[in-house]
């Protein structure tokens, strides 16, 4: 009998992510095709869906696949209203890519797909209650609850980057607002920051830096940091103020188990992790404060590939028994 | 053949509300005892019960029954952790009244059942994704994300009133934290910030209930800010500027349809609802602020029993065809 195996498709705007994952969520085969942006995308599941195909070994039955995108999406239909990076806009996923594969197919959102992959073989592993935030150029989120992506009424829910950290004098957003979360918590948020701030003190790690390479990033703002330049550290305490309260409100709301934290800004590790729990645990109800884990993400770049095939797994694969 | 009915119970502090609804929602009959605190309530299921038996009419076939108490619940096996108002602790909830009743039972929080009854006949009917806000002697919530009601990790999903409202200078609150939504949006909350303008401001609409009665409630600022009075309107509108922004982070996460207020304050009716609008659409994403609704809760008193009886009817009655 050949091994079942699930698709996981995670679609980007310069690379698409493949794996084939068994229904217990090991990994046989992932690679890796470059994003065919021409004629507004629509190349791009005729090329997967051709990949898929060339690398499914003979052993294997391919079962399912689910497909993360960044945008809003219809999951029950699989209808695409708008992916900006792809060119996709009231686009048939799902339905264009069981045309091409013959078996059935599950779309969502490329941020509540890493949420999954974290709650099914991640930092998250077996929660049903589940809050993944992806701290990258913008501030990104996930949520599970009851063991289910929450998608809201017009597939918005996630969107924990526009929480309005800053009532007043805050910086301008891209979503038209001023002051949310995404510009202080994000990689471009602590750079600003730092920039500010390096512009006001003119010392320090972070002024070095501005007189050799003639900017300041995240990353500077961050070692800075963890090298004890009081300037640096700074930034890095506000922006972890700021969104250990915006976490602590939504907790308040939601009371996950976990906590998940990925994207580029994570990878400041514990020391960003401690800052955050120390500002959660200030502003979240004390029995939550004390119970909810705050956890750096585990899968990092295949925890899309690994949540699509999960979703797809919870949509099509019978449990046994 | 009998008509089938579901009996929706709603357990207070003062008194059990009580009703056999039809699997459409209808109200047959309604009523209420009074809870009986006795040895840490230990009688109240019993009561509920007979009560329950006897208003049971001979043409009727009671199929389920759902109930809704105030305090952390496992829903999953209907065990009440704490129910401080009724003397319940490790209280098992679901068994007792099944044995009692010999039927399927369901119990779930009171807050997130006046939600459930808002969703299924009232000002939210038909929702998937709802919020559902009292404005009280506290601020309470419940929250339905896809059509379930969200419970979290520890039953505590819903506690919107522990949102910090104030990051400095708040008022102390039950949880142990200071500033949160529930020290000026509640009642409590707007009572006491009515009291602390009256002492600085000396004068006006409740500067004359203080000099005849002694105090200031929430209602008399209400009262006052409609009448025009400034120091009362001054109250309402920062008590309502924190609940919009407070609904809008909410919102940015979750992206519900609907918003419905209920409990004592939202008897003040659009007056206060303009006000949570004109702030909500300040904090909330664009698309969001323009496309959430904010309702008045519609069934009053019967939320609880109404949405007791949705729960039963989703967890055990079978939908035909």
């Known amino acids: 009998m050949k091994e079942q195996v ?3 498709i995670d679609v980007g705007g310069t690379t698409i992510k493949i794996a084939f994952i068994t229904e217990d969520g090991e990994i046989k085969k992932k690679w890796e095709i470059t994003t065919n942006q021409k004629e507004n995308g629509k190349y791009i599941m005729v090329e997967t869906a051709a990949s898929i195909k060339q690398q499914l070994e003979s052993s294997w039955e391919l079962t399912a696949a689910g497909v993360g995108a960044p945008g809003f999406i219809d999951v029950e239909q699989g209808f695409i209203y708008e992916a900006v990076n792809l060119g996709w806009k009231e686009y048939e996923l799902k339905k264009e890519l069981e045309a091409l594969l013959q078996i059935p197919v599950v779309a969502d959102n490329d941020a509540n797909l890493a949420a999954g992959g974290e709650k099914w073989k ?9 809050l993944a935030v992806t701290l990258g150029t913008g501030v990104g989120g996930g949520i599970i609850a009851g063991g289910q992506i929450i998608h809201g009424e017009s597939g918005m829910a996630g969107e924990i980057g526009h929480i309005t950290a800053l009532k007043e004098g805050g910086a301008p957003c891209n979503c038209g607002k001023r002051g949310c979360l995404e510009t202080v918590a994000s990689a471009t948020g ?13 010392k320090g790690y972070l002024m070095e830096k501005m007189q050799s390479v003639g900017t300041v990033t995240a990353k500077d703002v961050l070692d800075g940091a963890k090298l004890g330049d009081p300037v640096a550290e700074k930034v890095v305490d506000e922006a972890m103020e700021h ?3 915006a976490l602590a409100n939504l907790c308040n709301s939601l009371n996950p188990e976990t906590i998940v934290l990925g994207g580029g800004v994570s990878k400041a590790g514990d020391f960003i992790i401690d800052k955050i729990k120390a500002s959660f645990q200030k502003y979240a109800i004390p029995k939550i404060g004390r119970e909810t884990k705050i956890n750096l993400a585990a ?14 797994k919870e ?6 028994g």
């Open 299 to 312: 899968l990092g770049n295949d925890a899309g590939v690994i949540g699509a095939a999960w979703l797809a």
């Open 315 to 320: 949509f099509f694969v019978k449990e046994e």
């Open 6 to 8: 699930i698709a996981g």
């Open 122 to 130: 991640g930092a998250g592993e077996g929660a049903r209650n589940l």
């Open 243 to 245: 969104l250990g309260l």
């Open 190 to 202: 602590i750079a600003r920051l730092g920039l500010e701030a390096v512009q006001r003190e003119k």
